[in-house]
């Protein structure tokens, strides 16, 4: 080997050393380190900062001190000999998200021109703190850190509707969101196991859509019911609360408000919504139902345009979800008032019956200045001109969205399905598929095959955490940790800097977050998640 390669190598051995070494996921765009030392950290260090909004990031440090150390710093306007300083700077890079962290002897520095940059140079300065200490003065090592996101979409999902979360653990899921630096919540609200949202002009929706008799134990069909009735929802003003804990966090929550399938709940409680009138019950099984909403019934519409309305009010995102996915034909087949809505608008089949549902409730949500998301069946019978695309069978649905110059989100099932199996061990019950951490971690969200032109379309990718098989938080942290690490890095660190070996490393010490936490998580990812299992 010539002396080129020899330096060469070793500036590369170093440099998966200082990733190592710092341990920080995901993975930030530059770091080095140019002389050893380490700033010390206590409660007789000040939060110093001027700008206004910059509060939320010293917030979050001091909650997050004060729960796991048991100390908190005081806020200063005015600079100290030593502290933590964060500072809004013009000049930094106009990226979204982008800061500057440095730690030296005379504290700790972060930058960035958006608030959000300097609450990421927070979660980064958390990351560079001890998780195992018991310490009341902690060690930050001498670093400097340039770091900006990758994707400006970077989600998580839950489905509150087949098994309920409370106020509390909602809470919880958006602060495990904002230590991986993830900025969008997307919240399954209404299903046919459950309608979570109080909406006011339909009381019934939650009096007899949010609870079910009873549950199916064990997979799909099952093999015996709770006969526990299983309920919960969310009134607006914890809606509220939990849309603010969120921006706080620089988390944007997008509601999804299922339609024109999976509609049971609904139904439930308005029978008149649904093509047979009836009856219906809230299912205690899982799978797909072909009681929907009558799309040939106008009353559908004046329903969702009034359920809409309040949400719109409740929810600042930019983005309403609207389901759109696993929407059954069979009912709209036998009923008049559907056939006759097809014949009116010269519609040729039933999925163009559901592209005449969602483009009409599109024109509504557009009205009121919001986007709408669909799952890709929504490409089915013609998109909606303004839509966005949640690509869940597979990537096609992302790849035809972005072809027709529309955004998209990817989802596909085999990479972001946080409800199939996380090893081939199958040592709890979950979805059939498996997902193992290697392979969220190898997920790459532009698609191949996706020419240059249309790669702008894709905002990013999520993973989705159904919840049919977990029914308390602790199942649902097993199915997400250590995957939503993977995850937060595929969104977060550039292409090149993606690593799986220095992944494994640094996890290691993640996993001593999770414990910092109280967390529970899959403990032997590592062991059983090679590329071939
Ligand atoms: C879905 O998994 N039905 C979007
Ligand atoms: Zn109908």
């Known amino acids: 080997m010539n002396k080129f390669f020899i330096c060469f190598f070793t500036l590369l051995l170093l440099k998966a050393e200082l990733h190592a070494q710092f341990n920080i996921i995901p993975q930030p765009l530059e770091v080095s380190s140019t002389s050893k030392g380490t700033f010390n950290l ?37 600079s100290a000999t030593q502290g933590i300083y964060l500072a ?55 670093v400097q850190i340039k770091d900006e996101p990758r994707f400006q979409y970077r989600g998580m999902h839950l489905d509150v509707a087949r098994h309920f979360s409370k106020m509390s653990f909602v809470k919880k899921y958006i602060d495990y969101l904002a230590v991986h630096k993830m900025n969008y919540f997307h919240w399954h609200l209404t299903d046919d196991q459950g309608w979570r949202i109080e909406i006011k002009k339909y009381p019934k929706l939650t009096e007899l859509g949010s609870v079910r008799k009873g549950t199916i134990t064990g997979f799909l069909p099952g093999n015996g019911n709770t006969n526990i009735p299983h309920g919960g929802f969310y009134t607006q003003e914890e809606i509220k609360e939990v849309v603010k804990y969120a921006a706080d966090r620089y988390i944007t929550v997008i509601p999804e408000i299922e339609m024109p ?131 869940w069978r597979g990537e096609e649905g992302g790849i035809e969205a972005a072809k027709q110059n529309h955004y998209a989100i990817m989802t596909p099932g085999n990479y972001m399905y946080f409800d199939y199996a996380p090893s081939a061990k199958r040592d709890s019950l979950t979805m059939p598929g498996l997902t193992t951490l290697e392979k969220v971690y190898s997920y790459e969200p532009i698609p191949a095959g996706l020419p240059a032109e249309s790669r702008k379309y894709i905002l990013g990718a999520q993973a989705n955490v159904w919840t049919e098989y977990m029914n308390n938080p602790s199942k649902v942290e097993y199915m997400i940790f250590p995957r939503m690490s993977a995850l937060s890095e595929v969104l977060w660190s550039s292409k090149e800097s993606r690593n799986w070996t220095s992944f494994e490393n640094r996890l290691k010490l993640q996993y001593n977050r999770y414990k910092l936490w109280g967390a529970n998580y899959y403990k032997d990812a590592l062991e059983n998640s090679g590329k071939a299992k």
Request: include cysteine.
């Open 42 to 78: 206590s409660d007789k260090t000040p939060v110093v900062f001027k700008q206004q909004g910059l509060e939320k990031s010293a917030s979050f440090l001091n909650a997050y001190l004060s729960q796991f150390y048991g100390f908190s710093l005081k806020q200063r306007k005015t």
């Open 261 to 391: 399938g999976h509609a049971s709940a609904a139904l439930t409680a308005y029978s008149y919504l649904g093509c047979t009138g009836g009856p219906y019950k809230v299912q205690e099984t899982f799978g797909v139902f072909d009681e929907v909403f009558c799309a040939g019934n106008e009353q559908t519409f004046t329903f969702f345009q009034d359920v809409l309305d309040e949400v719109v009010a409740l929810f600042p995102a930019k983005y309403i979800h609207i389901g759109g996915d696993e929407c059954p034909k069979t009912s709209w087949k036998k009923c008049p008032k559907c056939q006759q809505r097809m014949k009116d608008h010269q519609l040729k089949d039933e999925h163009e019956l559901q592209s005449y549902f969602v483009q009409r409730m599109e024109k509504y949500i557009n009205k009121k200045g919001k986007s709408i998301i669909g799952w890709d069946e929504i490409l089915e019978g013609g998109l909606a001109p303004n839509a966005t695309v949640m690509s």
């Open 88 to 142: 809004l700077k013009n000049k930094t890079s106009k990226t979204v998200g982008n800061y500057a962290l440095e730690v030296k002897k005379e504290g700790v520095f972060i930058s960035a021109a958006t608030e959000e940059g300097v609450f990421y140079g927070v979660q980064t300065l958390i990351q560079l703190l001890d998780p195992s200490t018991k310490e009341k003065t902690l060690a930050v090592p001498f």
